[in-house]
């Protein structure tokens, strides 16, 4: 299995507000919510994912987390949490159209 980076980028979001969806969506980033975060507590917390192939080099991913950050700061969303997580395990194999 090639090692991958995973990266999220979790913010406060109103689960009606759609607005936040589509900047970083339209930069190939997937848009989810959960109801209770097992680090970041209690409540819906919003999240923009992406996986990054491994060549790409850490600081170049880490400026595309970053920079989506900085758009939902702009938006007005509060980003609670920037994470890149190098993934050199998982069951699941990933299709190679979810990598950047």
Known sequence: ??????????????????????GPALMGWKFSQIDGDPVLGAGVKSYFTRQFKESIPLDSVRAEVDQVAEVLIVEGYEVLRRKVELVVYDSKQLPDELFA
């Open 1 to 22: 299995m090639k090692q991958y980076y995973e990266c999220h980028v979790t913010f406060m979001a109103s689960v009606e507000d759609d607005s936040c969806r589509m």
